[in-house]
């Protein structure tokens, strides 16, 4: 094979393994999305909080959406890390893996942090609202995709 073959399949499959990355730490971070869409439209049309809940619940979003957006700007960063470290080794290397698992506890420390943002606004609930809010959340998270 010439070094020129070579080098089109090095960089072919360390741009498919870059896209792969990609759509993995995408889907990662797009999971949470439904619970938290169903979650709120239960919160803001249905369980009929009152201006103390909503109080409540209003300062615990604008808590967790500034957490949300850096721990979203850090994922965004281990995948860059993670096409870079692809690049330089054009394997699974050391570089790769450290790459992989750092975004994994960014993954993880981003699933965490959702929940305890669910159980807070669970806390501000009367039992009835969290018996909803309970369904809701035990429907979003076991719902098969279409």
């Known amino acids: 094979m010439t070094d020129r073959r070579r080098l089109l399949l090095i960089a072919v499959i360390a741009f498919l393994a870059a896209i792969a990355g990609a759509f ?3 889907a990662f971070i797009a999971g949470p999305a439904p619970v938290e869409n169903e979650l709120h439209a239960l919160l803001h049309h249905e369980l009929k909080l009152d201006r103390a809940q909503q109080t409540q619940m209003d300062e615990i979003e604008r808590r967790f959406a500034i957490r949300r957006q850096a721990l979203e700007l850090e994922l965004r960063a281990d995948n860059a890390r993670l096409a870079d470290a692809i690049q330089a080794e054009h394997g699974y290397g050391p570089a790769v893996g450290a790459a992989i698992h750092r975004s ?43």
Request: charge should be positive; avoid cysteine; proline fraction near 2%.
């Open 24 to 26: 993995i730490g995408r």
């Open 104 to 146: 994994h506890q960014a993954m993880g420390e981003l699933q965490k942090e959702t929940l305890e943002h669910i159980f807070a606004m669970r806390a501000v609930l009367t039992p009835e609202q969290a018996a909803k809010f309970d369904a809701t959340v035990v429907k979003a998270l076991t719902a098969k995709e279409r």
